[in-house]
């Protein structure tokens, strides 16, 4: 049995002889969240919470648990009642508050409830969080230059006047050659956005439309981004990606501005791959949305979109997210992201593949890559990279005690796997409630396929 599992069946097993012990059950919630299993955590919690109706931490955990599964209003009445008690738990309270604002739409007022959970407890810093929403480290708390719209989130329009939007234009120099499997996505993406690029007058001969693009979704780490730039490397167009921090000027500022001046760069450069990375947050379900400078945005990308004003000609549209249940609607009609594609972890294959690239041009003797991929089942690409660091960490660490460096050995890469939480579980567990509960169309198949449900 895998470790983490053996420490979980034990509190479960301790829990079954004393089903009183309040202190106990929490700690067996606690546990099962930190190994990912929310659905379980939620239960503890709410068993909890049942006997000891005030317990702060419990309802922490369960606003986390909730969270996690993508329960968002559950979550926020939990969160509205921590706030409101103001009690041990606050700063916690304000940090979820934070990441359910940010969520629904509504960064500014989660920056700063972030920053209040953090002035109270520095320890609930979550780097992630900071990193998305550019809230910038080592400002410390109490310092007037701290606010929000001083420069914590990234510079609104007027600071970055000689940036452009969009970042930089590429030229990926990688191929569909250099991407692990995902074959029947290459195939796709040939079909549907390469061939009417390469070859216009054979589809207007036939009267087809050319435009929309293609939305990848799937569990984060497994290649989404990758496969756009190697499209782009493919037919060596210009690539050119938005990211959040793109979307996150134009909530700040000069949101249809900006956004026009992307589609225009890419319209400049073609045949240019214009990448949207992250789209649910810009294409969030309008219905979710609460300010109408979000709709308005929408609205902006669905035109730039349809080309209403400039043809989009020699423009390849590619979109990825990781939660694709919360893109609105209308982007998925036909002449926009009226194709949907699951992009799944790698395979074994895959993972050998990747694994022999990220081990490529480090000391190592004779590695069996096989075995690996075997033991790294639901590793995504980027988890497959974050073993091999850990695994060359381990030897640094003990070429330093020891004196001599020693070459990467199988054993090394699969020890640091065995220490390392495949990251897909979590996504996957999300994704099948989706599958089983809002499958409208079919939308949800390839996961329902790949789950065998
Ligand atoms: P996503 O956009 O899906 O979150 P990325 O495309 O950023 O994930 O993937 C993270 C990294 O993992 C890539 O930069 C690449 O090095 C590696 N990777 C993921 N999938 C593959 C694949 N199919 N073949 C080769 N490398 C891959």
């Not at 606050?90 to 990441?99: F, N, P, S, T």
């Not at 929403?133 to 310092?143: D, H, V």
Request: hydrophobic share 40%; glycine share 8%.
């Amino acid at each position: 049995m895998h470790p983490p599992d053996q420490v979980i069946d034990a509190l479960r097993q301790a829990v079954k002889l004393a089903p009183d012990n309040h202190a106990l059950r929490l700690h067996f919630a606690d546990t099962l969240g930190l190994y990912g299993y929310w659905a379980e955590a939620e239960a503890e919690y709410r068993s909890v919470l049942v006997g000891m109706p005030h317990n702060s931490t419990a309802k922490v955990g369960l606003a986390k648990a909730f969270f996690q599964q993508d329960k968002h209003a559950a979550a926020m009445v939990i969160v509205e009642d921590i706030l409101k008690s103001r009690g041990d738990n606050l700063a916690e309270g304000y940090v979820i508050h934070a990441k359910l604002l940010a969520r629904a739409g509504d960064v500014e007022a989660g920056v700063r409830q972030y920053k209040k959970g953090i002035d109270l407890d520095p320890s609930l810093a979550d780097d992630s969080f900071a990193e998305r929403y550019n809230i910038l480290p080592g400002q410390r708390p109490g310092n007037p230059s701290d606010e929000v719209v001083d420069g914590k989130l990234r510079a609104p329009a007027g600071d970055s006047v000689d940036v452009e939007p969009g970042g930089q234009i590429e030229r990926p120099r990688i191929s569909f050659a250099d991407v692990g499997g995902l074959d029947s996505l290459k195939e796709e993406i040939s079909v549907k956005i390469i061939h009417p690029v390469t070859h216009p007058e054979i589809f207007r001969a036939y009267g087809k439309a050319v435009g929309g693009g293609i939305l990848m979704y799937g569990p984060p780490g497994c290649g989404k981004t990758y496969l756009a730039r190697a499209t782009a490397g493919e037919i060596k167009a210009a690539f050119l990606s938005v990211g959040i921090n793109d979307v996150l000027d134009m909530w700040l500022g000069n949101s249809e501005k900006s956004l026009h001046a992307i589609f225009e760069r890419a319209r400049a450069n073609t045949p240019c791959v214009l990448f949207f990375d992250e789209v649910d947050a810009l294409a969030a379900s309008r219905s979710d949305m609460r300010t109408s400078a979000g709709r308005h945005l929408i609205n902006q990308f669905l035109a730039e979109m349809d080309g209403v004003k400039s043809s989009n000609d020699g423009v390849l549209i590619l979109a990825a997210s990781n939660a694709p249940w919360h893109v609105d609607t209308a982007f998925r009609r036909p002449g926009r992201f009226d194709r949907v594609l699951f992009v799944p972890p790698p395979d074994a294959s895959s993972r050998a593949a990747t694994l022999r690239v990220l081990v490529k041009g480090k000391p190592a003797q004779g590695i069996d890559f096989d075995l690996v991929a075997k033991k790294t089942v639901d590793f995504s690409g980027a988890d497959l990279k974050a073993v091999v660091d850990l695994a060359v960490e381990d030897k640094i660490l003990r070429a330093m005690k020891e004196g001599t460096p020693q070459p990467l050995t199988t054993r090394d890469i699969v020890s640091a796997a065995a220490r390392i939480k495949p990251s897909t579980r979590d996504w996957f567990a999300t994704a099948r409630n989706y599958a089983i509960h809002s499958n409208q169309g079919g939308q949800y198949d390839d996961i329902v396929k790949y789950l065998g449900m």
